[in-house]
């Protein structure tokens, strides 16, 4: 899968963390190390994009309410601009939060999660890397890509689909390098409540963390104009 990498030991958590899989990533905890998860084979880069209008957000439309986020368009052109055609292509309509940790973060992206067998989530995506566009901090509401760990990953390319937003602040993570590459302006609301399934008794439990499946489903992400939401804040 792809994983984040725990603070304490840089392993591949996003099927645990937002790095891992070869189209995942793992991320750290900013307290304690998550366990690691396999992660997918590398992927060749991915294919040129074609450039976006500026001034758009993304409106992720979930069991929990709707999330927009708006993107780093100036820090991060390769990374959004891949995002948006997956978003025109209606690549994320149907998936779920594959990976929620409390006061960590929520993970998703991976078009393995749209099927009924969860012991492949974390380890899908669209077959291709994007190149590291690694700058920006990872605070509360930042959404950014998984990533297979550096032990296999030296140049910290981003998974090409599966994404995490983060539910506090992480400095952890910005030393292990991630790309940041938009924020949550409308919707921590709903974040919140898809973080809060991790303790549910109902929801699984796997090796890179808790699952809650169709109860953290996105059924629809559209592109919109960021001058509807322009004025909305995370806080």
């Known amino acids: 899968m792809t994983r984040l990498l725990t603070a304490s030991a840089l392993l591949l958590a996003i ?16 307290t304690a190390a998550k366990p690691a ?14 450039a976006a209008p500026a001034g758009e957000v993304a409106v992720l439309q ?3 309410g709707p999330i927009v986020i708006k993107f780093h368009d100036k820090d991060t052109p390769k990374t959004v601009a891949n995002f948006k055609k997956l978003v025109r292509d209606k690549f994320y309509d ?5 990976r929620v940790i409390t006061g960590f973060m929520i993970q ?3 078009p393995n999660s749209k099927n009924a067998y ?26 950014a890509t998984a990533r297979q760990g550096d032990q296999v990953n030296p140049t910290k390319a981003s998974s090409g689909s599966q994404f995490f937003i983060c539910v506090a602040p992480l400095p952890s993570l910005d030393r292990g390098g991630y790309t940041v590459f938009a924020e ?10 898809i973080v809060a399934l991790a303790n549910d008794p109902t929801t699984p439990k796997g090796a890179a963390g808790p699952n809650p499946g169709k109860k953290a489903l996105v059924s629809k992400v559209t592109l919109e104009p960021l001058s509807k939401y322009e004025k909305a804040s995370t806080k």
């Open 15 to 30: 099927g645990s963390g937002p790095a891992g899989a070869a189209d995942s990533t793992s991320a750290a905890a900013d």
């Open 37 to 50: 998860t396999p992660a997918p084979a590398a992927a060749s880069a991915a294919p040129a994009a074609a």
């Open 62 to 64: 979930t069991t929990m």
């Open 94 to 98: 149907g998936t779920c939060f594959h």
């Open 184 to 193: 949550v302006i409308s919707g921590m609301d709903a974040v919140d409540k």
């Open 108 to 110: 998703g992206g991976d």
């Open 118 to 143: 969860p012991n492949s989530d974390g380890m899908g995506g669209p077959g291709y890397t994007v190149p590291a566009e690694i700058k920006l901090p990872h605070l509360r509401g930042s959404v």
